[in-house]
Each structure stands twice: as structure tokens, then as C-alpha cells.
């Protein structure tokens, strides 16, 4: 599977960006797929993910404030996110975990940048 993050940029607090990620490949043995974002000197953590289901999980820090979703006809999940603070400032990059080796993959990270 291969993953093609976009959307990331420079934003005020207080606004909004949406990110997207682009599955190719053996898209049918996904199980899932999540966002996680990196700040600098932090360790890398889940932001929202997505089950084949349709069911989410997200972070205590950005319920309310982001939404994930996902377009079965695009290949491709989003994530919406708004009231956008710059604790959110970080790389953000989209995983798929798969049912068949290797279980994991990613996509490059996109840079947000929240302005205060």
C-alpha cells in the first residue's frame, strides 16, 4: 500500500485545514487507517483513526475539534480539523495497518503549523 499525504500548511489559531491520504495498491487488506502527528522533541502519537468498520477512535486533545472520515471511491481518508490551536503544530502522517505483511504503512508526513 502506498500513501499520499496532502494538506498540510501554515494556519492561525483559531482556523481550520484539512489533511488527506491517498491509498494505492493493495487497498483491500486494510484494516484501518489513522492519523498521528509528531511535534518537535515529542513523541509521535495517534490523532484520529478510522476502522475498516467506520468506527473512530481519536485523541482526548482533538475530540470535538477534528473529524475523520474516509471516501471508499477516492481511496482516501481526511481529516478535518478546526479551532486549530499551536499545540496542534506538528508533522502529520497517515498509517494503514493491513491484515497481511507488511502490517503497517506510511505515508510522508505533512507539515501543520498553527500561528498563535
Known amino acids: 500500500v502506498q500513501l499520499q499525504a496532502s494538506g498540510g500548511g501554515l494556519v492561525q489559531a483559531g482556523g481550520s485545514l484539512r489533511l488527506s491520504c491517498a491509498a494505492s495498491?493493495?487497498?483491500?487488506?486494510?484494516?484501518?487507517m489513522g492519523w498521528y502527528r509528531q511535534a518537535p522533541g515529542k513523541e509521535r502519537e495517534l490523532v484520529a483513526r478510522?476502522?475498516?468498520?467506520?468506527?473512530?477512535n481519536y485523541a482526548d486533545s482533538v475530540k470535538g475539534r477534528f473529524t475523520i472520515s474516509r471516501d471508499n471511491a477516492k481511496n482516501t481518508v481526511s481529516l478535518q480539523m478546526s479551532s486549530l490551536k499551536p499545540e496542534d503544530t506538528a508533522v502529520y502522517s497517515c498509517?494503514?495497518?493491513?491484515?497481511?505483511?507488511?502490517?503497517?504503512?506510511w505515508g510522508q508526513g505533512t507539515l501543520v503549523t498553527v500561528s498563535s
Open positions: 478510522i476502522a475498516v468498520d467506520g468506527s473512530t
Open positions: 495498491g493493495s487497498i483491500s487488506n486494510i484494516n484501518g
Open positions: 498509517k494503514a495497518d493491513r491484515r497481511v505483511w507488511p502490517f503497517v504503512s
